[in-house]
């Protein structure tokens, strides 16, 4: 064999291991979720018949349809709202170019370091004194500003790279810079932005520690914390507990395969029309 | 998904000092834009603040749920407080106990341990696999790899170290394994060991951290340009030589990324510990994010736990800054 040949071989052999490794603690889910409720599974093994039932038990179980609304309706609170202040911010960073842009860049990079550990305490209280404990807005609204950082660079980082000049033409026609944002911005920003909300929700959808601390209620907790409390009910039946992550995690699994199916071609068309 | 890695960071959109990609890239020459900036300044100084008016609504949310909360921690951190009574002023105490209390001294170093599992092995394995695989992760085989690899980045990390933990159990897949190769002697419930614990926990953190290095790190060696590898070629450059002076170079601005976001994940780990081991056996897993969680809302001493906090916020930011410096830098 030709070294080229040994050498896509040994590149495939390693990057199909690769690919078994990272898919292994799911197939062992998967393997143990099939077997008879409260029979005691041995690592990987097919059960002879495969329970499929078990869904829906885990279904019935974890009250999905109330957790899928819970987050829905978090994600709804959290990522539009997250869209539109990032936007309008990048759009005053990365356009306009305010005076003191490197004191905000400062002070945005501290909140986009600093680990949830520096924050949660008093966010307790905070959330505590203004009676939403307990309630959606309790992750709703901390998760907006958390993600502000991040939101906000990423939107800096797309406006930086529209010409001025677009903006220059858009004054000329007499338009104020909240029309030229409105009309010209905005719509040219829309890829990005569709980016940007797929990352924040998926991060708003996993959030864990602010669900536990502020939010006893796993019918009003983002599904990460509704797994946690469900973890803490089925913990020692192992069929159901695993069924059950299974079909906590469907969701966002799903989503992710087929936004990245968009993504691809959307990578595609990019490269063609470049 | 590469493109949209690129910018999680902001030390790509703050790589020049002006903050224009147009000068990093090298497309305009600094001293250019200057001039052109300056004039440019004369005639909108308008804009330039109208520009807070667009701002404002991130910085007051930001203000109220980020800066003020992290605010109230450096102050409830010199207070005696449960977090219901009075708050007593302690000064320094809660500082001096978390740098003397040998359990809480164990949180920080359980952390470092953790770095070697969640930064050290996913960028060595990841560059190690990236650049094995380079050559044949392209078209459809490559979209699927790339997906695959991305998904523990997709399940939240409390599924993670569900199924983690089953894979762990005595009866799990780790000891199936084991006993299947002959290797009975060295079964055992892994998270319930008190010297594996932490490795195995450990791991899981690898699991989470390689795919999305692995991706970052092909994504970044697809702008490699091609024909630096056949020059090397060229000159007779062996692969090991290949990777030193030409892949490891290239890829300086991912690692750094990859380091700083594995280096906060290490530190500040919460979900996989809370959800495998609660800090168990023993303390053997305790780290600094389930200890502040603990004794701040089991526990209740408020003050103690926020000290905790800043100690860890410091030392994140110890870790993550420098690298971030570097990483801003432009290449030579």
Redesign the interface.
């Known amino acids: 064999m030709s070294p080229v040949r040994v050498s896509r071989l040994t590149g495939i052999t390693v990057l199909v291991a690769v690919m078994a490794f990272t898919m292994l603690p799911l197939v062992s889910l998967l393997s143990a979720a099939l077997h008879p409720q409260g029979s005691v599974p041995t690592g990987v093994a097919w059960p002879h018949d495969p329970q499929w039932g078990n869904f829906v038990d885990a279904w019935n179980a974890a009250n999905m349809l109330t957790l899928l609304k819970s987050s829905t309706l978090i994600v709804l609170g959290v990522v539009p709202a997250a869209l539109l202040l990032s936007a309008l911010a990048g759009y005053g960073l990365g356009q306009l170019r305010i005076h003191g842009e490197t004191l905000v860049l400062l002070v945005l990079l501290v909140g986009l370091t600093s680990p949830l550990e520096a924050k949660i305490i008093p966010l307790y209280y905070q959330l505590r004194d203004m009676g939403l404990l307990n309630t959606r807005w309790a992750i709703i609204l901390p998760l907006i500003g958390l993600f502000m950082p991040f939101g906000v660079i990423w939107m800096r980082a797309h406006f930086l790279t529209v010409p001025r000049e677009l903006s220059d033409a858009a004054k000329v026609d007499g338009a104020g810079t909240w029309r030229a944002f409105r009309h010209i911005h905005l719509p040219l920003a829309k890829p990005v932005l569709a980016s940007l909300a797929l990352l924040l929700f998926l991060w708003t959808w996993n959030q864990f520690l602010l669900a536990i601390v502020l939010v006893d209620d796993p019918a009003k907790r983002t599904m990460a914390g509704a797994l946690g409390y469900f973890q803490g009910q089925y913990g020692t039946d192992i069929v159901l507990l695993s069924a059950g992550a299974l079909v906590i995690m469907a969701p966002t699994v799903l989503v992710f395969l087929l936004l990245q199916r968009h993504f691809i071609r959307a990578l595609l068309q990019g490269a063609i029309k470049g | ?1 590469s ?2 890695l690129d ?2 960071h ?1 030390d ?3 790589a020049s000092p002006d ?3 147009a000068v990093d890239q090298g497309l305009v020459p600094p001293w250019r834009l200057r001039r052109h900036a300056a004039a ?1 300044r004369a005639s ?1 100084g308008r ?9 404002m ?3 007051l ?10 605010g ?2 450096v102050q ?1 951190s010199f207070y005696d407080w449960d ?1 219901v009574g009075p708050a007593t002023s302690v000064g320094f105490d809660n500082y001096r106990r978390v740098f003397t209390d040998p359990e809480l001294i164990s949180t920080i170093v359980h952390a470092f341990e953790l770095l070697g599992f969640f930064t050290v092995i996913p960028i060595v394995v990841g560059l190690v ?1 990236s650049s ?6 392209t078209g459809r ?1 490559g ?1 699927v ?1 790339r ?6 980045q ?7 170290a ?3 933990s ?2 762990y ?1 005595s ?3 780790v ?3 084991l006993s299947l190769v002959g290797l009975d002697g060295l079964t055992r419930p892994w998270l319930s060991d008190f010297t594996w614990a932490l490795p195995a926990v450990g791991l899981i953190g690898s ?1 989470v951290m ?2 999305l290095c ?1 991706v970052l790190f092909l994504s970044g060696m697809a702008k490699i340009d091609r024909s630096l590898y056949e020059a090397a070629r060229v000159d007779g450059a062996g ?1 090991i030589r290949e990777f030193f002076a030409i892949t490891l170079p290239g890829l300086r601005q991912e690692i750094g990324v990859c380091v ?1 976001i594995t280096i ?1 994940a290490a ?2 780990s ?2 996989v510990i ?2 495998s081991t609660q800090g168990g056996p023993g303390r053997a897993t305790l780290v ?2 389930v200890a ?2 603990r004794l ?2 089991t526990e209740h001493q ?1 003050g103690l ?2 000290a905790l ?2 100690v ?2 410091l030392l ?2 110890a870790c ?2 420098p690298i ?1 410096r570097l990483v801003a830098e432009k290449n030579p």
């Open positions: 998904m493109s949209a910018r999680r902001p790509r959109a703050a903050g224009n990609p440019r909108t804009s330039r603040w109208s520009g807070w008016l667009y701002m609504p991130a910085l949310v930001y203000g109220v749920f980020v800066l003020v909360p992290m109230r921690t409830y977090g696999v094995l695989v380079r050559e044949v992760a085989f979209t790899a997906t695959t690899l991305f998904l523990p997709i399940v939240p990390l409390v599924a993670a569900i199924a983690w089953w894979m159990s009866q799990g897949l000891n199936q394994t699991w390689t795919g692995t692969p700083m906060i530190l500040a919460f979900d809370y959800a600094p994010g502040i969680f701040a809302f408020v736990a926020s906090a800043i860890l916020t994140v930011l993550v800054l971030q």
